[in-house]
């Protein structure tokens, strides 16, 4: 299902919101990594943000080799994404955005949020990702997808089950099996990483 969001979004700009700090950067990274290759292969245009300053130098660092254009800091948590909800998509058609929490818009960054196709969450926080499709989700038509820790399979789960997300990627495990399905040329660091925490599990038991 992720998969088949990604190549829908082909040529429409992508959102991705990277909401994890360094700490959890050993599994979210490959995701992120993955997609971002995927996004570019597709002709998609990448716009950045991030409600953490954290996160902000976690994607300045992931974002470095491709031609993204940064949206930044994102304040207010849900009522800063409720507004950037309504910047997107249709919303943007019926009432174009100027402001964003105190950020002001320019016109071309104005139309570049109109024109997003897809929104990607990259987090491992139970708040970020609940925020983001309860404040974004539900006030935008646009498709939202997210890609979590393995420890928050069962928080995006239900999300899936009731169509509020149109797709989700959990993990390590789940990544190297959505690299060899859908991306099989692409460098990434996912298998190298999951056999080393396949190791350290054997060892453990």
Same mark, same amino acid.
């Given at each position: 299902?992720?998969?088949?969001?990604?190549?829908?979004?082909?040529?429409?700009?992508?959102?991705?919101?990277?909401? #994890?700090?360094?700490?959890?950067?050993?599994?979210?990274?490959?995701?992120?990594e993955m997609l971002l290759a995927q996004l570019?292969? @597709? =002709?998609?245009?990448?716009?950045?943000?991030?409600? #953490?300053?954290? =996160?902000?130098? $976690?994607?300045?660092?992931?974002?470095?080799?491709?031609? *993204?254009?940064?949206?930044?800091?994102?304040?207010?948590?849900?009522?800063?994404?409720?507004?950037?909800? @309504?910047?997107?998509?249709? @919303?943007? !058609?019926?009432?174009?955005?100027?402001?964003?929490?105190?950020?002001?818009?320019?016109?071309?960054?104005?139309?570049? %949020?109109?024109?997003? =196709?897809?929104?990607?969450?990259l987090t491992g926080e139970r708040s970020s990702?609940?925020?983001?499709?309860?404040?974004?989700?539900?006030?935008?038509?646009?498709? !939202?997808? $997210?890609?979590?820790?393995?420890?928050?399979?069962?928080?995006?789960?239900?999300?899936?089950?009731?169509?509020? *997300?149109?797709?989700? !990627?959990? =993990?390590?495990?789940?990544?190297?099996? #959505?690299?060899?399905? #859908?991306?099989?040329?692409?460098?990434?660091?996912?298998?190298? %990483?999951?056999?080393?925490?396949?190791?350290v599990l054997l060892v453990t038991a």
């Amino acid at each position: 299902a992720l998969n088949t969001a990604v190549s829908n979004a082909a040529g429409k700009t992508v959102l991705v919101a990277f909401e #994890y700090s360094p700490a959890l950067a050993g599994e979210l990274d490959p995701e992120a990594e993955m997609l971002l290759a995927q996004l570019t292969a @597709n =002709g998609s245009p990448i716009l950045v943000t991030s409600q #953490y300053v954290a =996160g902000t130098a $976690v994607a300045e660092k992931i974002t470095a080799p491709y031609d *993204i254009t940064m949206l930044g800091f994102i304040p207010g948590e849900a009522m800063g994404l409720r507004q950037l909800g @309504n910047c997107l998509g249709a @919303n943007a !058609l019926v009432s174009p955005c100027t402001s964003l929490r105190n950020l002001t818009l320019d016109a071309e960054l104005a139309n570049t %949020l109109t024109d997003v =196709g897809l929104v990607i969450v990259l987090t491992g926080e139970r708040s970020s990702l609940v925020n983001w499709i309860e404040q974004v989700g539900v006030s935008s038509d646009v498709p !939202l997808v $997210v890609g979590t820790t393995q420890a928050l399979e069962s928080v995006a789960v239900p999300y899936y089950a009731s169509a509020q *997300i149109t797709g989700y !990627l959990e =993990g390590l495990p789940a990544t190297v099996a #959505y690299q060899q399905a #859908y991306t099989p040329l692409a460098d990434s660091s996912a298998e190298a %990483l999951y056999g080393a925490q396949s190791l350290v599990l054997l060892v453990t038991a």
